[in-house]
């Protein structure tokens, strides 16, 4: 029987700027990017999110191609989906967020579908802490782990009832910017350090183009990412990334500082497709051939042979 792996997070419309180009609606949300990137393991995955009745039918219908259970996606009718607009700057690794209407994201009271109540692994994606706590409420049995992601927005308006949930977390994964404001720490060891003293025993930090780190206990892992000639649109490298890192546990059923180690080079993997296409389209036509070939240029990209004393 496959694992399950429920996500909580937003399904949204994105307008995006990079130095390269420009789109002005384009299918976005943390669940839509986490998903999406989830459905290429043999997973069963299923989204919890929110949307209004603008959100378009093909798009539901190219996640239900993908296998991936919308059964707890409420349509507000009336109501206009999530909506976030960002420009990413000459380096491509920092954005200014333009704007940001939460829409029908401020009547969200999420519901777990009785089916997924038990799900071995639930991702809770950045989104209002208070939405995060109440989808963990539902789960009629602990988890085996509960991954969180967050970011600044979260941050400075709903600090106390984030604080309330990182306790709840076994693994936090969040990006070096975030890290440094979630503890006021400028070493980002010392940010883990802290986070690890707050609840999650792991610890990821995200480091955009020059790869993430992964913290447990005293034990420390880089991976890099990708090289890239050609990077088109960031947005969503970060979902794409702990929904493939998410899935890749679920498929192997292994809950280990080493099972995270080979999660975290496919959650790059899954990253690199996502910034090579404005939006999620790369994720949309992944094929396990291209995965393959990807997770064979990490393999030497990292691989070096030296003579130890
Ligand atoms: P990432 O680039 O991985 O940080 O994720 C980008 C996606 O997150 C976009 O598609 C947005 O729709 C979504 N997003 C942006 N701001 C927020 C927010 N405050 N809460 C939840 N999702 C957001």
């Known amino acids: 029987m496959k694992n399950k792996l429920l996500v909580v997070g937003t399904m949204a419309y994105d307008a995006i700027e990079t130095p390269f180009d420009k789109v002005d609606k384009i299918l976005g949300g943390c669940a839509t990017y986490i998903a999406l990137a989830a459905s290429q393991l043999d997973v069963e995955v299923s989204v919890i999110s929110i949307i209004g009745d603008d959100f378009e039918e093909a798009h ?6 993908r296998n991936i259970d919308l059964s707890g996606v409420e349509t507000i009718a009336g109501g206009k989906t999530f909506f976030w607009s960002g420009r990413y700057h000459n380096d491509l ?6 704007q940001t209407d939460l ?21 809770l994606g950045n989104l209002n802490p208070l939405n995060q706590a ?11 782990l509960v991954i969180m992601d967050t970011m600044n927005y979260w941050m400075d ?3 106390s009832e984030l604080d309330a949930v990182i306790p709840r977390v076994d693994v936090l994964c969040i990006n070096d910017e975030e890290a440094r404001q979630l503890t006021a720490q400028n070493s980002l060891v010392k940010a883990a350090k802290m986070i690890q003293q707050m609840g999650p025993k792991y610890v990821i930090i995200k480091k955009g183009e020059h790869g993430a780190l992964l913290f447990h206990k ?3 892992f880089c991976a890099p990412a990708l090289p890239l000639e050609e990077i088109f649109d960031p947005t969503g490298a ?5 929904g493939g890192f998410a899935a890749y546990l679920a ?3 292994t809950i280990s500082f080493e099972a995270m180690k080979s999660a975290i080079v496919y959650a790059s993997a899954m990253a690199s497709f996502t910034v090579e296409k404005f939006g999620p389209q790369n994720l949309e036509t992944l094929t396990e051939e291209k995965i393959q070939q990807r997770l064979r240029a990490f393999d030497q990209l990292t691989k070096f042979e030296i003579d130890l004393a």
């Open 103 to 123: 829409n029908v994201l401020m009547q969200f009271d999420p519901k777990v579908p009785t089916a997924w109540t038990k799900s071995e692994i639930v991702l």
């Open 157 to 159: 308006s709903f600090r």
């Open 251 to 253: 498929q192997t059923g």
């Open 93 to 98: 690794n920092t954005r200014t967020t333009l």
């Open 134 to 144: 109440a989808v963990l409420d539902q789960m009629t049995s602990r988890p085996k």
């Open 60 to 65: 539901l219908e190219m996640l239900r191609k």
């Open 238 to 242: 970060g979902d794409s990334f702990v």
């Open 218 to 220: 005293e034990e420390v």
